[in-house]
């Protein structure tokens, strides 16, 4: 398989751009996440899907961002617009879903780093 | 609510050193606890887990006992090579919290020849 597949690997934009970035699940998992990492406040959870519909978007920052997730094979995470304190890198993970443990390991991809200039 | 604890780092060790990084855990009922580490320019990937009391997770020569009693979940390490190099991450997971992993912060580590 060929795991969480995020792009772009980096992005580099200027104040006020907007930045899509997308995530491209693991085939046949069905929740979906969204984390920000930064060096001042570590790992974020943002936002996470579960069968395409958004469950918790209690972390998304504020109306600037929005996430989607069309089908079960596609997401993004919008910034508009972009400012610098965006800056950080971006990594989207999925699961199975459902109960036991298995079902819910989350399985990351390499991440986007983003840049605001 | 539920929350977890990591020793803060960076840890800096020679290699063929012993390893310890500190985790404990609040939460109510009995969650299940995972380390996850991230390489450098990589994502968080699965190290080890455990699911009840007493449970040993284990891989790539790292162990983890599940201690409900001191609500720990170490990490340990007999000898560290300088490829463990990474950031290390305790997490749980509890039914009450709809399937969102608890994160700790991460604890650096650096592992030199």
Sequence with gaps: DAGVIQSPRHEVTEMGQEVTLRCKPISGHNSLFWYRQTMMRGLELLIYFNNNVPIDDSGMPEDRFSAKMPNASFSTLKIQPSEPRDSAVYFCASSLGGSGLAKNIQYFGAGTRLSVL | GDSVTQMEGPVTLSEEAFLTINCTYTATGYPSLFWYVQYPGEGLQ?????????????NKGFEATYRKETTSFHLEKGSVQVSDSAVYFCALLNA???RKLIWGLGTSLAVNP
Excluded: E, I, R, V
């Excluded at chain 2, 699965?46 to 284990?58: F, H, N, P, V, Y």
């Design chain 2, 96 to 98: 009450g919290n709809n």
């Design chain 2, 46 to 58: 699965l190290l080890l887990k455990a699911t009840k009391a007493d449970d040993k997770g284990s």
